[in-house]
């Protein structure tokens, strides 16, 4: 369910929707049910950009063009809503009046915008989503929620998994699980000293015990490089808005990694997912990041930094922007 529906979904269906016994689903509150409150979500927006002249809050995270266009988006949906006969009531109708009324603009655009609200992208629209999982998947992590202070760059983030994760439970240390039961007994017992010590013997050992809710909870520290792109390192020009892209994306977000491999520092290099959201797409379409063909071959991936450099979108919009990896051994050589 996109992010615009989850308040008016607990609004409006505060009773779950009933089967009629005709195999029909009944509606809830105010006409709304599971299947049509991304209408019903889309509806009221519109209705209130029409008094107001704002676009819904958190529409920037799912698509790239400016809240200006966003805005001219919504004054021709509204247009078109108004003189539709009737107005469409299904997520189908929905989503064929925005591809009719949107058409021309940028698809990636139009794919957040159906994703925001949760209605249907037609296959035509969804050709160049995230690619299957090929063979070579080592493993896959479900994180903790992220914190955007940790994430390092505009291609890499740190994460917490859970070490009551089936996986994890199995990895970990008997001495790390001591240390995280005598660290509790310390903080308890206002140890100050000895709870540093165990602190620290947790963390070198690629842990950290953490509190969710008022509860510690054992958590292993993983280092992600995001699979089949690089962005600009933070010193390069865009290297900043990389990296604050990436935050405004994951912080505060629990994620799924499928892990395909480990790099020469240690890393786990992966295809990274915040919900529906394949987040080196994102990286690619916003032109913040490069395609890593030397080490990546996916066709799609090379397709989504083509139509960025095509628009010269992000970095694209500069002449002869230096490639991360150039710039880096030119680093090095400096420095000898």
């Keep these: 369910m996109g992010n615009a529906l989850r308040f008016l979904y607990g609004q409006c269906c505060s009773q779950p929707p009933t089967n009629d016994g005709d195999g029909d689903v009944a509606l809830g509150y105010h006409g709304v049910s599971s299947t049509n409150v991304g209408v019903s979500a889309l509806a009221q927006h519109l209705y209130h950009f029409e008094i107001t002249s704002q676009v819904p809050e958190g529409l920037s995270a799912h698509v790239i063009s400016s809240k200006k266009a966003q805005s001219k988006w919504y004054k021709k949906l509204s247009k078109a809503w108004r003189e539709s006969k009737p107005p469409p009531k299904t997520p189908e109708e929905t989503s064929t009046l925005i591809l009719h009324t949107l058409q021309g603009h940028q698809i990636i655009d139009i794919q957040g915008l159906l994703s925001f609200y949760g209605l249907p992208i037609p296959p035509s629209l969804a050709a160049d989503e995230a690619p299957q999982v090929e063979d070579g998947l080592m493993f ?36 790390v699980h001591i240390a995280a039961v005598e660290l509790s007994l310390a903080r308890a017992q206002r140890n100050t000293n000895m709870a540093a010590a165990l602190d620290k013997q947790i963390k070198d050992a690629g842990y950290r015990v953490i509190k969710i809710n008022n ?122």
Aim: hydrophobic share 35%.
């Design 215 to 336: 509860e510690e909870i054992l958590a292993r520290r993983y280092r992600i490089r995001l699979r089949g792109i690089d962005a600009p390192e933070n010193q390069q020009v865009y290297g900043r808005e990389a990296k604050e892209e990436l935050v405004k994306i994951v912080d505060g977000k629990c994620l799924k990694i499928l892990v395909f491999d480990e790099d020469q520092y240690g890393r786990f290099v992966g295809d990274v997912y915040c919900g529906d959201l394949f987040v080196q797409k994102r990286m690619l379409k916003k032109g913040l990041a490069w395609h890593y063909a030397a080490y990546d071959k996916r066709p799609q991936l090379a397709q989504w930094e083509k139509d960025a450099r095509a628009q010269r979108i992000g970095l694209w919009g500069s002449s002869n922007p230096e490639m991360p990896w150039e710039w880096r051994r030119n680093h090095r050589q400096n420095r000898h």
């Design 140 to 175: 896959e992590l479900h994180t903790l929620p992220v914190d955007g202070k940790t994430v390092p760059d505009g291609d890499g983030v740190n994460v917490l998994v859970n070490t009551t994760d089936p996986r994890e439970s199995s990895l970990v240390p008997h001495e």
